[in-house]
């Protein structure tokens, strides 16, 4: 994306994790944040009874993971003096890319006719709610309402449960929905390249939700009512006694796959140690598995309570079937796979201190993204107005008129 300019006007990570991905592809991403306030992320202070930001840095995960690479101007839009520079940044712009409502959009200047007005050939992204029609097109949403609740997933997830079960981590859909939006923007360059056409490009985080349950959201429409969800498990599952969780002796869980089980229950018996259960005549095929599964099940959950969870991965390293611990976000974050290719990237701090990043999904030609930090509020505003071609002098009259920081 060398080459290629992105104004964002926008706050959260459902958007904004957008333009991180344009920007870990080479763009220029131009975040616009208000000149007294900035993007409304930067004031959580708090994440999950974690401070987070640390003590004497400015490094601040929540903004880090949907803004590095950006730089930052901040102007106060409802400023006529600053909705002028704001159009000047668009003129030059392959990409216009928001999250505000309607009325916001309108009331700031900042709607489909008022940039396409300033550049013909922008492409022009919304993320929104719910939708750009529709009654609810003009209602603000989070991923825990768009995409968790409204999306399918909190239903499926909660239908068996005591207490209700959020999403897994803060941002879930929001990060889902930046990566599908990315992809939204990269097809419509394309298109533009090849045909001259631009495009006014929408997702909402209610379509990314259906998108991600659409398997049971299909089933749902094609037999005329809600599907169930997967019924809780103790461990293993019904019907193939060689997928699903299971616990090692000393708690941890780890998830088996092997959707062939006459294919794999011989070898998995051999290398957990138990080769006498390789040819139990209850077992010794195919069809006698799954036909006794949940007899087997019960064998198998037994061999993992006689196992550390170090002894069953060993033991599972030995053998052909498909299997996967259940990792903890620190456990993640130094997977062998994603740091074998490059998928946690290294990032130097505003202070200096190296850290490291989740990288973007998406890598081309075998070679890591390298990636830059987070811009601290309105970081860039006095390079941007310059390049410009505005003077210092126009800089100091702008910042006297509160029309930027």
Known sequence: MSGVRVVEVAQFTFVPAAGAV????????IKVEHARTGDAQR???????LDAISKGSSFHPMMEGPNRGKRSIGLALEK????ELLYEIVR???????NFLPEARQKLGIDLEDIRKINPDIIYVRGSGFGPSGPESNKGGFDSTGFWARGGSGAQINESTEFFLDQPTGAY????GGMTIAGGIAAALFKRATTGETSVVDVSLLSVGAWTTQFSVNMALMVGGPVPSRPPRKYGSASNPLTGPYQTSDGRWIMLAMLQPGRYWADFMTAAGRSDLATDERFDTGEKVLANAAEASDVVAELFATKTYAEMTAALESQEGQWAAVQNTWEVGNDISL???????????AEGVERELIANPVQFDMTPVSITRAPQFAEHT???VRELGHDDERLIELKLLNAIT
Do not use: P, Q
Request: glycine fraction near 12%; proline fraction near 0%.
């Open 173 to 176: 859909g929001d990060s889902i």
């Open 43 to 49: 004031g959580l202070m708090k994440v999950f009874g």
């Open 80 to 83: 006529a003096e600053a909705r």
């Open 339 to 349: 740091r074998a290719n490059g998928m946690v990237a290294k990032v130097e701090d």
């Open 22 to 29: 344009m920007a870990d592809w080479g763009a220029d991403v």
């Open 92 to 98: 030059t712009s392959d990409v216009f890319l928001t």
């Open 382 to 384: 006095d390079d941007i």
